[in-house]
């Protein structure tokens, strides 16, 4: 989280004050926006934190006499001192202009087509400047349906009007590799100073517009620790339904820039707080309005993923929808058994049925929904530890992940604390306290010699005679 106002902010320049307004009241959301430009020795940003991959993408199109910017979340998080790793460029090339320039390049998207220039694992996105497609005479080139939803918005306009196209005030940043000047036309500075989320525009429309915005507000607010503008929150709960609009793949896609941005813990809550979780996974938010205390084992897994994620170590989106929907595993499950079918089977037959379920409202695609199912299964294998039972789970990859899901499950006060213990000692002991573990349970550590069979020893003697 931040811990205050970067010092730039605070420095009384001229160009600061004419950005700040005497007061400290919030800009409000219908006045006009006023273009102001921050000098290169009134901001902090430097070509030394921006990648190399991305100042080749702006130099080659300033080179071909194209206007080149950075845009957008990287503008935002290298005034914050955030080390952005994620780098926009807008221009006013053309998509198929800006494909002309590199070799590396290709054109995606339908709704919005955009430009990806590939240097190894990195990747630059060029978007063209984009105009209001309500004031454009290209009717085919933009498309609404009748609530609002764009579905296609290809109308390529001024950079002016790119800035006022975007969601936020404080993604309305542009770094202009001519000047090395910040471009601010929607007071973003400002809202940066006030440590609020605010939205360009009016909020209903822009939900209507694109409804992932409710969620791009949360995340904002989590990852920065800024609170979202009363005029900007207030339509969230009211239009959270708006989210049934939008295909699960692509909501599947934000769910994990949702959790996986260092903040997870936080965002649950913002998520709940707002009425959107019940929108990305309403049985996991029935439960939790059935079992309140199940949400502790949720928080306790999003804030061990933060603490990975602050440590620079993997994580992995099947264990983080693992947890959340465990409470949603552990009531079907609970129902399958009083049906009169066995653990085994009946866990299984939750995994299917719960994802099945999910799937409607936010897609997984089977490279994690295969790993989250082993990790359900698993909580019922590390209960059988007979014979080497115990040793071949251990050794199993899929194990790591099952066992710190249990110790997570007893952490938040799950009836299985003696289990997680056992194994947290089975992993600290050599061979010989292995074994001891084993035999005080009540099992061997080493499996009995098979006897042969009567038959098996009558057949043989048949033979040699």
């Not at 994620?86 to 054109?107: C, G, M, W, Y």
């Not at 087509?113 to 978007?127: A, D, F, M, Q, S």
């Not at 809202?191 to 409710?214: A, F, H, K, L, S």
């Not at 061997?444 to 098979?450: L, M, Q, S, V």
Request: net charge positive.
């Amino acid at each position: 989280m931040l811990k205050g106002i970067p010092s730039f902010l605070k420095r009384p320049g001229k160009t600061i004050r004419q950005l700040l307004r005497t007061d400290s009241s919030p800009q409000s959301n219908s006045a006009p926006y006023e273009l102001s430009i921050v000098s290169r020795d009134e901001h902090p940003v430097s070509r030394s934190g921006i990648s190399d991959n991305a100042l080749k993408v702006l130099y080659r199109l300033k080179k071909a006499n194209f206007d080149a910017f950075l845009v957008g979340g990287c503008v935002r998080d290298a005034l914050l001192d955030l080390h952005p790793k994620d780098f926009d460029v807008a221009t006013n090339a053309t998509p198929e202009q800006v494909k002309s320039l590199f070799h590396n390049a290709r054109i995606i998207g339908r709704r919005f087509r955009i430009v990806h220039v590939r240097y190894g694992r990195e990747i630059i996105e060029v978007t063209t400047f984009r105009a209001p497609p309500e004031e454009s005479t290209a009717r085919s080139h933009s498309s609404q349906t009748e609530n609002g939803l764009l579905v296609r918005d290809n109308v390529y306009g001024t950079i002016e009007e790119d800035a006022l196209r975007r969601d936020f005030t404080i993604n309305a940043l542009y770094y202009n590799i001519r000047d090395f000047a910040i471009y601010d036309y929607a007071s973003g500075i400002r809202d940066i100073n006030q440590r609020c989320i605010r939205m360009i525009g009016d909020p209903e429309t822009r939900y209507r517009e694109d409804p992932v915005r409710m969620l791009r507000a949360i995340r904002f607010a989590a990852k920065l620790d800024f609170s979202i503008a009363p005029e900007t929150a207030s339509p969230i709960r009211p239009m959270a339904e708006l989210l049934r609009q939008i295909p699960a793949a692509r909501l599947f896609e934000e769910v994990l820039k949702l959790f996986l941005s260092g903040q997870a813990a936080a965002t649950f809550l913002l998520l709940k707080e707002y009425q959107l979780l019940q929108q990305l996974f309403p049985y996991t938010s029935e439960q939790l309005s059935l079992h309140p205390e199940k949400e502790d084992f949720i928080i306790r897994a999003l804030e061990n993923t933060d603490r990975r994620i602050l440590a620079n170590k993997p994580v992995t989106p099947a264990f983080l929808f693992a947890a959340i929907l465990w409470p949603v595993i552990q009531n079907a499950f609970r129902e399958l058994m009083e049906e009169g079918i066995p653990p085994v089977p009946a866990m299984q037959q939750a995994g299917q049925q719960v994802l099945f379920a999910q799937s409607d409202f936010t897609s997984i695609p089977k490279r994690f929904s295969q790993p989250m199912r082993e990790i359900w299964e698993f909580q019922l294998r590390l209960e059988r530890r007979q014979g080497k039972r115990a040793f071949q789970t251990a050794e199993h990859p899929r194990f790591r992940a099952a066992y710190d899901f249990l110790v997570l499950r007893a952490e938040s006060g799950e009836e299985v604390k003696a289990l997680a213990d056992w194994w947290t000692s089975f992993q600290d002991t050599d061979s010989h306290g292995r074994k001891n573990l084993l035999q005080n349970t009540g099992e061997e550590g080493t499996p009995k010699k098979r006897r042969r069979s009567r038959y098996r020893n009558n057949r043989k003697r048949n033979k040699s005679s």
